[in-house]
């Protein structure tokens, strides 16, 4: 048998699937206890006023001991932009391209990072030319919806 815990107080294992004590104080629930005489010196430690040992049974493996993933529900009503955690952060810009018009331009190398810090004034420009498509009535985002804004 594989220990799960060991006693808050004096520390024996406590073994998996084992029955254990734990303290009625929520902000103890941390803690587990091999029996109820560790469990009293914990009270008596602590100068709780009115708690109580709880008889639990350990679960059988590690495995239940993991965190349950949150699943968190799409709300119906919401709308379909998609949150900012969702946007893919890709790199946008064909860096081969970029390296050699720079190259072309002006003589220089580019840096590996260049894409990606060009890819955020891309997404900033579609976003508002997307603003621009949407005010115009359209689900098609078209060159026209960037005529507005500030290029060059
Ligand atoms: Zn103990
Ligand atoms: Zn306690």
């Known amino acids: ?9 004096c520390k024996k294992d406590i073994l998996l699937g084992a029955t ?10 941390k803690f587990a206890f091999c029996s109820v005489d560790c469990w009293s010196v914990h009270d008596s430690v602590m100068g709780h006023k009115s708690a109580y040992a ?7 493996t590690l495995k239940e001991e993991r965190p349950r993933r949150r699943i968190v529900a799409k709300s119906a ?4 932009e998609a949150s ?14 970029l390296k050699a018009y720079v190259k072309a331009k002006s003589g220089m190398n580019t840096s590996g990072d260049v894409g990606d810090e ?3 004034f891309v997404r900033v420009l579609v976003d508002e030319a997307c603003e621009n498509a949407r005010a115009d009535g359209r689900k098609t985002l078209m ?10």
Do not use: H, N
Request: glycine content about 6%; some cysteine.
């Open 20 to 29: 254990y004590q734990k303290c009625s104080i929520s902000s103890c629930r």
């Open 84 to 97: 900012q955690s969702d946007l893919p952060m890709d790199v946008l810009i064909v860096v081969s391209k």
């Open 118 to 120: 060009l890819s955020k």
């Open 1 to 9: 048998m594989s220990v799960w815990r060991k006693c808050g107080v």
């Open 77 to 80: 009503g919401r709308s379909q």
């Open 143 to 152: 060159a026209r919806d960037f005529s507005t804004l500030k290029i060059g």
């Open 54 to 60: 709880e008889e639990e049974r350990a679960p059988l």
